[in-house]
Structure formats: C-alpha cells, structure tokens
C-alpha cells in the first residue's frame, strides 16, 4: 500500500536512480522507487559489455550485472518500489501523479530525485517509416533482452558509443554490420570500441550519411553517400544490400517531468538538448527538485551513479538529514569522482612502435597494451596480480608496463573493456612469435587450427596456429586466444579473421 508522502520519491530505475534511492535511504529517508518498466535497471540491463571506469564502478564488469548489484542493495534498503508505473506528472507541493495498471494513483514527497534518463533521437530520410528502420537501442533491447535478432544485413547510422557498442553485440549475435556511417568527419565514440568492429571485417566510414531506404514492404536495401561541407558527394552513392537499419544519431535528455515541476530549461549541445537548470549539487531552481544522470545531461553510466550519490547526498542534506558540514565533505569528493570520470587526456605520449618492440624482444611472454586514448578505464592496472600495469590518478592515464614485473600471465587481456591489452612472446620458437589476445565470438577457435589473423583494421596481414584458448570462469566469458604466428607479423596480428561478406548494388 502507496503512503500518503515519502521522505524521497526517486523517479527512474536506472544507474543514477537505482543510486540514488539506496544512497538517501543510508541516510534513514524513506525513499519510493518509480519506475516505467517491468524491472530495475534500465538501459544496464540489455548492456552486455564490460564497463569502463574504477573498481568502485565496477570496471570491466558486464552491465547487466552491474545492474542486479544494484538492484539488490535497493533491495536489501528495503525500498519501496513501483515498476510498470509512469509518473506522468509533477504538481503542486510535489504531488507526483502516477499511471499503474490498476489506476492512477498520488504521492506527495518532499524532495524528488529526477533520473529519468534520456530518450534515443531519430533520423528522417525517404524509406524512414519502413519496417526494419529502428533505433539501436531498439535493436539492442531486441538482440540482448528477447534474444531475437532485428535483422540479418544491419548498417549502423552513427559512430558514437553507442552505435559502436551495438554494432560489436550485433555481431556477437550474429548478425552481418555491413557498415556503419558516420557524419562527421571522426567517429564520436572511443576509438577502441571502432577498433573492435573494425578488426572484424565492418568498415566505419566518416564524413557519410545515408540518403534513402529502399524497399516495398520492409527494408530490402540502402543508398549511402560520402560527405564534403555537409553535402552529398555526386557520384559517391553505393547501394548496400541490407534489411535492418539502425539509427544511433544521439540521445535527448528526458527533461518533461523537470518543466513539469517548474524548472527552468536551458539547450546545451554538449548536454544532448534541453536540460534543467541546476547547481553543483545537483539541486534545480525548485526547492527540494533534484535531478541526476542523463536527465541532467547525457554522459556515461560511471557519471550517472555518481550524479545518483551527488542527488542523494543533497536531498539528505535538504531534508536535515544529514549536517550540513558532512554533506559538504560528501558532495566535494563526489564531485572530485565526477571531474576525474569526465576528464580526457589528449597529451599521451606514445612510445614508437620499434621501441616497444625493443624492449620486449627476448624477454619471453609480456604484455602490449595499445591503449590510444585518455579515457577514463583501469580494469588492466587491478587485473595485474603482479602490479606490472599502472594507471594512477587521473584515471585518464594512459597504462604504464613494468616490464620486469609482468609474466605474461593474460589476466588483463580478458579484463579490458577495450581489448586492447595482448600479451606477445617474441621468442617462442625458431622465426616463430606468439600473440595471446581476447576472443569473444562464436564458434570458439580450437586447438591446433590454422586461422587467419588481421591487424586492427581488419586487414590480413598472415596466418597462424591455434595453441590454446583459456576462458576460466574469472575472464567473465573473454576467451583469451594464444596464436602462433611468423614473428616479423607480432607487431600487426591482433584478432582472428571473422567471415564475412558485403554486397554492393548498383
């Protein structure tokens, strides 16, 4: 039975709600859950990858896992919780209106945490409303919740995370990623996550759009074009022979129930649209109105249960639940969390690859890590029993060897969210390296078979041999496959040649 008025409504069962409710309720608030779907999660649950991030976040942990960790600390708080329920309104005195199956019910609360996430952006072009035309998310939820795939020939509009991300699951699943196009001049996404398709046979084109779809009664095909200032290149059209197109053009935050309550909205870019206006607390122009996650602006799952424990704090605080003093302490290393977590670092200094390959050279099995980019990821350096990787503050690092420490042992080749660690032995046998690299695809390899190996374009660069596949239970399903492969191709072969085959029409 729903109480007349709770201490804290939480709207969103999300990362940032699911959070945020079991923060506020360690502070002794009665905290009620509300959220549209069936089950706790939100967009975690249809996540099958493993995450960036620290530790606390729980890096290179699957997202739906991280999703039932969470659900069982609101659990375990004892929070009340309303699924299937959309709160469709925000009224005077914080009066939330609530549809359920069984009716429309009223609760009034004295603060309110809105996570109520962002909604998926959609692309209008000729063919747009014809069957097989979706959004990634869609195809996501369809592929890794109902275990059905959308299509079997998929182009992916869009080269951000989440365009690269599903792409990868696609093809985990089975299905063919004919291409994926990208607007822009450069892929908006990490480059690891690129690099991952890329070395699978998918070719990410930039500075391309799709025009049209082509079709009777569903997607039979789609006409794409290369871009100069923003306009098609004549002559640049390729028909591809595709039956699902995946739109994956950007994310919206969910900003109605925040204006509904009075807020102030202002458009950021950066944000993903409209957005509510807010203090570093998290707090809106609306007194005991807070709002956490994409709903204040879109950024990645780590950000979001950060911003759950940020809203959480300051509610608290709010309501005198907590003492000013400690909520000031609480919400600076918060923020410090938050600062690390968004930051970027575009000085890496990269070591040339003849020097790297100088100081493996003899030393038998050591690790590679190809990490390009400054992102916010340590799985490697808390992988490494020995302490051989390192990372540090800010987590931006880019992963730093102590070659004398690392044996070679392949823990963070499993444990990256990138798979961008590989551990080569130069000297295996006579002419003769080994590559050990992660595998997460269907069929296994096997011992002793002769496979093709690709550089991380997906280019074949030779052939190799099958010397073992490892997958303990610890490697969360990353098989680590090692390959015997001619030692002059060491520096190149990174994945094993997935079959694939693209057909151009017209």
Request: glycine share 12%; net charge neutral; hydrophobic share 45%.
């Amino acid at each position: 039975m729903l109480p007349g008025i709770v201490d804290i409504a939480v709207v969103g069962g999300g990362p940032a709600g699911l959070v945020a409710a079991a923060k506020a309720a360690d502070f002794g608030a009665g905290v009620l859950l509300i959220d549209e779907n069936q089950a706790l999660g939100g967009q975690l649950t249809k996540q099958i990858h493993k995450f960036f991030g620290s530790r606390g976040h729980w890096a290179g942990v699957r997202g739906y896992k991280i999703a039932a960790r969470l659900v069982e600390a609101v659990q375990a708080a004892g929070i009340q919780v309303m699924t299937d329920a959309v709160a469709y309104g925000i009224f005077p005195d914080k009066v939330l209106g609530i549809a359920t199956p069984k009716g429309s019910v009223s609760v009034a609360a004295k603060a309110i945490i809105l996570a109520t996430g962002a909604n998926e952006k959609a692309l209008a072009f000729p063919g747009w409303t014809l069957p097989g035309v979706m959004t990634a998310g869609a195809a996501q939820t369809l592929a890794n919740i109902h275990r059905v795939l959308p299509g079997k020939r998929i182009l992916m509009v869009g080269a951000g995370n989440v365009g690269l991300i599903v792409s990868y699951q696609l093809l985990q699943g089975g299905a063919e990623v004919v291409a994926v196009v990208e607007a822009q001049p450069h892929i908006g996404g990490y480059e690891v996550h690129a690099t991952k398709i890329k070395s699978l046979g998918v070719p990410v084109l930039t500075s391309h759009t799709i025009l049209k779809a082509v079709g009777r009664e569903s997607v039979e095909g789609a006409v794409i074009a290369a871009l100069s200032s923003g306009l098609p290149v004549p002559g640049s059209e390729k028909m591809l022979e595709v039956d699902t197109i995946c739109l994956a053009v950007g994310l919206t935050p969910a900003y109605e129930l925040a204006a509904m309550a009075g807020c102030r909205l202002h458009f950021s870019r950066e944000a993903g649209g409209w957005v509510p206006e807010y203090d570093a607390t998290l707090a809106t122009g609306v007194p005991g109105v807070f709002v956490a996650g994409d709903a204040s602006g879109v950024e990645e799952a780590s950000t979001a249960m950060e911003e759950g424990k940020l809203a959480a704090v300051a509610a608290a605080k709010y309501l005198g639940l907590i003492a000013p003093a400690a909520a000031a302490g609480r919400i600076e290393a918060i923020a410090a969390g938050l600062a690390e977590l968004r930051g970027r670092n575009f000085s890496i200094n990269h070591e040339k690859n003849d020097q790297v390959w100088q100081k493996i050279g003899g030393r038998g099995p050591k690790v590679i890590v190809e990490c390009l980019e400054g992102i916010p990821c340590n799985p490697c350096e808390t992988a490494c029993p020995r302490g051989a990787i390192k990372v540090g503050r800010p987590i931006t690092n880019i992963p730093a060897v102590d070659l004398d420490k690392c044996n070679g042992c392949g823990r963070c080749v499993a444990a990256c969210p990138g798979q961008a660690c590989f551990v080569v032995n130069l000297n295996y046998a006579e002419d003769t390296a080994t590559v050990s690299l992660p595998w997460e695809m269907l069929p296994w390899p096997e011992q002793g078979q002769i496979v093709k190996m690709v550089d991380r374009e997906g280019r074949e660069v030779c052939t190799g041999r099958v010397l073992r596949v490892t997958n303990p239970s610890v490697n969360d399903r990353t098989a680590v496959v090692t390959v015997a492969v001619p030692r002059e191709m060491a520096p190149s072969a990174r994945r094993l040649a997935r079959q694939r085959k693209v057909v151009e029409v017209g």
